[in-house]
């Protein structure tokens, strides 16, 4: 089974967020087994891909806890080691990938020691504006006062394939960190998977596993929302290319570009570099598949 660790949102490694992409044999790995793999990897996610032919490939997605429909820079990062397996020497290349729930087509350019991927993620879906009441719930599960929030903008729930709680900050995002032990239900409650905090006048982002046990260096899922979101309410333009910030506070500093086009379709764009690539062993692989057979895969 090969696989490739690339650092996503970076332009060297060992910057920007980390990523395995592993290549297992069809079928013969199961759920429980990618997972398994995903937790001994100890990203914050791993993608899988099933290669059909040459520049499309089934994937699925897995953090350290469970599988997701979507995430941004797992994406991005397995574009590019396709566009370096299917397509070697190639300036640049267009790439799909299907997932669980739906289909992206992305575009790999080749630079001189990285590869930049963008990828469309058509438009966003706002589903919910929180009430004064439920800004000041999830100001204390962060661990900020609710004139920490910012009064201008809205915390509004909206998705580009996986639904985010953007909470807009004023000040202390430095302080913020998740304090309430049953976030993800709060989260569920108002319709969103994850929340993702930013500064509207720095842009820069930060957001955490639901346990709030560890941050997420560059999240993509995020940034596509996020980028609507400041058109919606009048900081950014259409067409305008965006800059994000995050992962600083890990020492991880990375930078997503995004931007909406005319139409209101969201284009999210970044860096991959390449770090190491490797065989995972056959007594490995062997492993897994007595387990599943075994049925506790």
Not at 54 to 71: D, K, N, S, Y
Not at 121 to 149: M, W, Y
Request: glycine share 8%; proline share 5%.
């Amino acid at each position: 089974m090969q696989y490739f660790h690339v650092d996503v949102f970076a332009e060297k490694p060992l910057q920007g967020n980390g990523l395995t992409v592993v290549f297992p044999p069809l079928d013969m790995v199961k759920t429980a087994g990618l997972l398994a793999m995903a937790q001994e990897f100890k990203q914050f996610e791993s993608i899988f891909l099933y290669r059909k032919k040459p520049g499309l490939a089934r994937a699925r997605i897995f953090t350290v806890e469970e599988e997701l429909a979507f995430a941004g820079h797992p994406v991005l990062g397995a574009a590019a080691v396709l566009h370096e397996l299917d397509y070697p020497g190639a300036a640049q290349a267009e790439l799909k990938l299907v997932l669980s729930r739906s289909e992206v087509v992305l575009r790999s350019k080749r630079l001189p020691g990285s590869f930049q991927v963008e990828m469309d993620l058509g438009k966003t879906q706002f589903s919910r504006v929180l009430s004064p009441t439920a800004r000041n719930i999830v100001a204390a599960a962060l661990n900020l006062e609710s004139e920490d929030l910012h009064e201008a903008y809205p915390l509004e729930v909206a998705s580009n394939g996986l639904p985010y709680l953007l909470v807009p900050v004023r000040q202390r995002l430095e302080e913020a960190r998740i304090v309430a032990p049953d976030f993800a239900e709060l989260l569920a409650s108002w319709g969103a998977k994850f929340v993702y905090l930013f500064q509207p006048e720095t842009l820069e982002g930060r957001t955490w596993d639901n346990r709030g046990l560890v941050e997420d260096v560059a999240t993509g899922s995020a940034a596509a929302p996020l980028c609507s979101y400041l058109v919606r309410h009048g900081c950014c333009q259409k067409e305008e290319r965006i800059a994000i910030s995050q992962g600083r506070q890990v020492g991880r500093p990375s930078r997503i570009y995004g931007w909406v086009a005319k139409n209101g379709t969201v284009t999210i764009q970044g860096d991959v570099a390449f770090f190491a690539s490797g065989i995972l062993s056959l007594g490995v692989l062997q492993h897994l598949a007595s387990e599943a057979e075994e049925g506790g895969m």
